[in-house]
């Protein structure tokens, strides 16, 4: 006589293997599929990546092709590794940048990924496609009544209406490849150039017609210029005093480091080692550094709360300054209180005293002083000055644009896989 149970049992374990063998093919696909589809998204965040910061490095141009050109560069490598399969034509195919009426760009990068497990079910790729827009290079106005376009940099607004706004004495070495200098009196004369000097920049853009040349050698003049407007003015937030000083009076030795904080009516004396710490320091009256100091602020913002606030070197010093790369002030290396016009219709001397050398980058927010630069380089200064006048005295001066830190970069994904970008260039 059977065995009812071993038959049953034999049954049952038959309809098992049957199932089995039936489910495990789609439980394999469907455990590669999702593996597909992460390999898939991992691909597409880089894909985005590589966009953002292709266009990150082509903003800085301000031709389409150029443009172009840097954000390919910037992605080929990374295409060429993970394209080797792709049947979609070469990266220029894959790669558009266009550049929209706002001056802005936007770039679509598609690619495909290459499917392991869902190709069995009729899906041997997987379609990508990241977007990205970011601010192109700002349009430069005409340089001229007949209306030239340039591409160099603002480094030195020199924003007074006066007659000799700009004065160059003998002895001025002043060089930059990029530089552009804007001189927005229509006086009579704008500027007076004195023999003896060269001024080699990339634009020299006034705005007025009458100037005095009495020798020397002034690069790329252009008269009748429509010069770059104040690009800072109400755009900084002024501080709020602290009640009490941080720094007061006079200081004898040899190496100081100050605090962030106010400083009020400071001297060093004797020829000191002065370093401060990366942060905001207010200067309120004058900080006075003798012959022969050394001077250290990287991370620094200065603040002046009124026009009779500086710091004052007595000629010999060595200056090292550098702006924070991020927080509320950062690219900011000085700036002084706009807000109170009393203050802002009484302009007064500002001196930089380097004569031993500087290497100095960031924003100079100065346009209530009338600056007198004698002061001598190490390296190029990358700056964005704005002063009411200034004085060029026996100097050697190089300088570049100060370009803006990306610190403040942020990309955010939108709902069809594309991001929009919005970082100091970066914006939808």
């Known amino acids: 006589m059977r065995n009812n149970k071993t038959s049953f049992a034999q049954c049952d374990s038959a309809n098992f293997s049957i199932i089995t063998a039936l489910v495990a093919p789609i439980l394999l696909l469907a455990a590669g599929g999702a593996i597909d589809i992460h390999a898939a998204y991992d691909q597409r965040q880089q894909m985005q990546a590589h966009l953002d910061g292709g266009l990150l490095a082509a903003a800085r141009e301000s031709d389409l092709s150029t443009q172009q050109d840097v954000t390919a560069d910037f992605i080929s490598t990374f295409d060429t590794a993970n394209v080797a399969t792709q049947t979609d034509g070469a990266l220029s195919k894959r790669l558009k940048v266009v550049r929209n009426t706002d001056g802005s760009l936007t770039g679509v990068y598609s690619r495909s990924y290459t499917s392991w497990f869902l190709g069995l079910v009729g899906m041997p790729t997987l379609p990508l496609s990241v977007t990205a827009t970011v601010n192109g290079a700002p349009s430069t106005p005409p340089t001229s009544s007949t209306a030239t376009q340039t591409t160099a940099g603002s480094c030195l607004y020199v924003l007074g209406n006066q007659s000799q706004a700009v004065l160059i004495n003998s002895g001025v070495n002043l060089k930059s490849n990029a530089c552009r200098i804007d001189v927005h009196s229509t006086a009579d004369p704008a500027f007076i150039m004195n023999g003896g000097s060269t001024v080699d920049t990339a634009e020299f853009c ?94 620094v913002t200065f603040y002046f709360p009124d026009v009779d606030s500086e710091i004052r070197a007595n000629g010999g010093l060595t200056f090292t300054g550098s702006p924070s790369t991020s927080g509320a002030y950062k690219d900011i290396l000085m700036f002084e209180k706009t807000s109170d016009a009393a203050s802002n219709s009484r302009k007064t001397q500002y001196i930089f005293n380097g004569s031993k050398g500087e290497n100095i980058e ?67």
């Open 206 to 299: 006034v705005k007025g017609t009458k100037y005095i040349k009495n020798g020397g050698t002034l690069s790329n003049l252009k008269t009748a210029c429509a010069v770059n407007p104040d690009p800072y003015r109400g755009k900084f937030a002024e501080p709020k005093l602290p009640s009490s000083c941080t720094t007061t009076g006079a200081r004898d030795g040899s190496s100081f480091t100050l605090e962030p904080g106010m400083h009020c009516d400071v001297t060093f004396n004797g020829s000191p080692s002065v370093t401060f710490k990366p942060g905001l320091h207010i200067i309120k009256g004058r900080m006075i550094l003798n012959s022969g100091s050394t001077v250290t602020a990287k991370g």
């Open 362 to 428: 960031g924003i100079i927010y100065l346009p209530n002083r009338d600056v007198t630069y004698n002061s001598t380089t190490n390296q190029t200064s990358k700056i964005s000055m704005v002063v009411n006048s200034v004085i060029m005295n026996t100097s050697n001066w190089r300088m570049e644009p100060f370009t803006p830190s990306a610190t403040a970069s942020t990309t955010t994904s939108t709902s069809n896989g594309g991001s929009t970008s919005n970082v100091g260039r970066l914006v939808k």
